[in-house]
């Protein structure tokens, strides 16, 4: 079970940190990532991370504004938000996907077997 948190109303170009928990199971087996879905659009990826972190994968929508990270010790996966944008308004939704050490990260919705309950992000301008 995934449990994303951290959501809220943040102003352009503030910053936020979204946490996803993980229970009931042993994350460093996962890889996990952050999609975002906005009112009317389709669920897109924003940003993956491999099961030890060492690898990580970044939409060009987000890139240098974003990092992901997680800590296996403490069965958390983090979205670090800096200078938000309106476009960046959305649920933001956290997912895992076992797989061997060596697969690439996935960027498609499909591929990911365990999902959280998203948690919205507002932005103000």
């Known amino acids: 079970q995934l449990q994303a948190s951290g959501g809220g109303l943040v102003q352009a170009g503030g910053s936020l940190r979204l946490s996803c928990a993980a229970s009931?199971?042993?994350?460093?087996?996962?890889?996990m990532s952050w999609f975002r879905q906005g009112l009317g659009q389709e669920r897109e990826f924003v940003a993956g991370v491999s099961r030890s972190g060492g690898n990580t994968v970044h939409a060009d929508s987000v890139k240098g504004r974003f990092t992901i990270s997680r800590d296996n010790a403490k069965n958390t996966m983090y979205l670090q938000m800096n200078n938000v944008k309106l476009e960046d308004m959305a649920v933001y939704y956290c997912a895992a996907r076992a797989t061997i050490m060596t697969t690439p990260i996935s960027t498609a919705p499909k591929d990911y077997t365990v999902w959280g309950q998203g948690t919205q992000v507002t932005v103000s301008s």
């Open positions: 009931g199971r042993a994350v460093s087996r996962y890889a």
